[in-house]
């Protein structure tokens, strides 16, 4: 006997950012997919601020520009920092908030988040944006307390998506029991380290990208992961070299580090990890990684006069609710594109 199919969603993106056709955002303003994906910016808004004041975290404002970029040469990355000149100084778009929220920790030792955009120099692909929304924390403490937070974090996301917009998401889009079995999740996500990760799935061509000096996990392998494990999964304590030079060592003479990524619906959803508390150590790490620390030199001061251990972690909102609407395409989820832009002014601005 055939098993029943879910129904089919009645409500989908007009994907009327691809062009540049003159009055193409007059559709999305009246299209009910953008209706919809507004409503869940609120209740991922308001419950990140619900959640992070319930665990003792505090919100901070912190410019949009900075001297520091997050992922300046790390190999496992393929982005690219984004340079501007604003009143003649020479600075970069944020690609994360990271380094300005482990200073906010400094001003308030309990935690800090913010939920900003990044801007990143890649290519949009089905699951990449280059200027996206950015979900961030920085906490007191190590990975696993790290870990305990963002469970609970998204258990509570799903949960209020679910309280308040989950009859019309199971309208719109027929299918809400990935969100219902991440809410009544009990226990703790599954976790796993990397060398576990590449033994389980090591046998299967295009999974794990090997470089020589470090590895990392693709796209295929993240999601035969979740087949083979669970499809909520924290894969933690990377290659050193394939993450940037902040992230701890792990207690193998530099070989790994203490980061983790938190795996479901397309893949890696959630990046995290523990900071280099020890100045030596931090300093070893940006020799190790090829970084000049001239270009630090404020975060090694501020590490060395103003140790404290923490950790942090980032998620894209678009990637998280592109989970939630059950799409396969993150360029359908930001309200205002920026997609195919002209790259110089146009005669007539036809676009937001």
Same mark, same amino acid.
């Given at each position: 006997?055939?098993?029943?199919?879910?129904?089919?969603?009645?409500?989908?993106?007009?994907?009327?950012?691809?062009?540049?056709?003159?009055?193409?955002?007059?559709? !999305? #303003?009246? $299209?009910?997919?953008? +209706?919809?994906? @507004? =409503?869940?910016?609120?209740?991922?808004?308001?419950?990140?601020?619900?959640?992070?004041?319930?665990?003792?975290?505090?919100?901070?404002?912190?410019?949009?520009?900075?001297?520091?970029?997050?992922?300046?040469?790390?190999?496992?990355?393929?982005?690219?920092?984004?340079?501007?000149?604003?009143?003649?100084?020479?600075?970069?778009?944020?690609?994360?908030?990271?380094?300005?929220?482990?200073?906010?920790?400094?001003?308030?030792?309990?935690?800090?988040?913010?939920?900003?955009?990044?801007?990143?120099?890649?290519?949009?692909?089905?699951?990449?944006?280059?200027?996206?929304?950015?979900?961030?924390?920085?906490?007191?403490?190590?990975?696993?307390?790290?870990?305990?937070?963002?469970?609970?974090?998204?258990? !509570? #996301?799903? $949960?209020?998506?679910? +309280?308040?917009? @989950? =009859?019309?998401?199971?309208?719109?889009?027929?299918?809400?029991?990935?969100?219902?079995?991440?809410?009544?999740?009990?226990?703790?996500?599954?976790?796993?380290?990397?060398?576990?990760?590449?033994?389980?799935?090591?046998?299967?061509?295009?999974?794990?990208?090997?470089?020589?000096?470090?590895?990392?996990?693709?796209?295929?392998?993240?999601?035969?992961?979740?087949?083979?494990?669970?499809?909520?999964?924290?894969?933690?304590?990377?290659?050193?070299?394939?993450?940037?030079?902040?992230?701890?060592?792990?207690?193998?003479?530099?070989?790994?580090?203490?980061?983790?990524?938190?795996?479901?619906?397309?893949?890696?959803?959630?990046?995290?990890?523990?900071?280099?508390?020890?100045?030596?150590?931090?300093?070893?790490?940006?020799?190790?990684?090829?970084?000049?620390?001239?270009?630090?030199?404020?975060?090694?001061?501020?590490?060395?006069?103003?140790?404290?251990?923490?950790?942090?972690?980032?998620?894209?909102?678009?990637?998280?609710?592109?989970?939630?609407?059950?799409?396969?395409?993150?360029?359908?989820?930001?309200?205002?594109?920026?997609?195919?832009?002209?790259?110089?002014?146009?005669?007539?601005?036809?676009?937001?």
């Amino acid at each position: 006997m055939s098993q029943p199919s879910s129904p089919r969603p009645t409500v989908i993106p007009p994907s009327v950012f691809a062009s540049n056709e003159p009055g193409a955002f007059l559709e !999305a #303003l009246r $299209s009910p997919w953008y +209706a919809l994906v @507004g =409503d869940l910016h609120d209740v991922f808004v308001t419950t990140t601020m619900e959640y992070a004041r319930s665990r003792g975290l505090k919100n901070l404002h912190l410019p949009l520009t900075t001297r520091t970029i997050t992922c300046p040469t790390a190999l496992g990355s393929d982005a690219e920092p984004v340079p501007v000149k604003i009143l003649g100084v020479d600075t970069y778009l944020p690609d994360s908030m990271q380094f300005l929220l482990e200073y906010g920790c400094r001003i308030s030792p309990g935690g800090c988040y913010t939920i900003m955009p990044s801007f990143r120099g890649e290519e949009p692909d089905e699951t990449h944006l280059n200027q996206f929304t950015h979900s961030e924390a920085e906490i007191p403490g190590g990975l696993d307390e790290l870990i305990d937070y963002v469970n609970g974090y998204v258990k !509570a #996301l799903a $949960s209020a998506i679910l +309280a308040q917009q @989950g =009859d019309r998401l199971a309208a719109a889009r027929g299918d809400i029991s990935h969100l219902e079995r991440m809410a009544g999740r009990p226990e703790a996500f599954e976790q796993i380290t990397f060398e576990e990760a590449v033994r389980l799935i090591g046998d299967v061509e295009g999974c794990v990208r090997d470089e020589g000096e470090w590895r990392t996990l693709t796209r295929k392998g993240e999601r035969l992961l979740m087949e083979r494990v669970d499809e909520f999964l924290w894969v933690h304590h990377f290659d050193t070299l394939a993450v940037p030079f902040y992230q701890a060592f792990g207690d193998d003479e530099a070989r790994t580090v203490r980061a983790a990524d938190l795996y479901f619906g397309l893949g890696e959803i959630v990046g995290s990890g523990e900071r280099q508390a020890d100045v030596g150590l931090l300093r070893k790490s940006i020799a190790l990684h090829g970084v000049n620390e001239q270009e630090y030199e404020w975060y090694v001061r501020m590490r060395s006069e103003m140790p404290m251990r923490t950790a942090g972690f980032g998620m894209g909102v678009e990637r998280f609710l592109m989970w939630v609407l059950n799409h396969h395409d993150i360029r359908d989820i930001p309200l205002v594109s920026r997609l195919n832009e002209p790259k110089t002014w146009p005669e007539a601005v036809l676009r937001p």
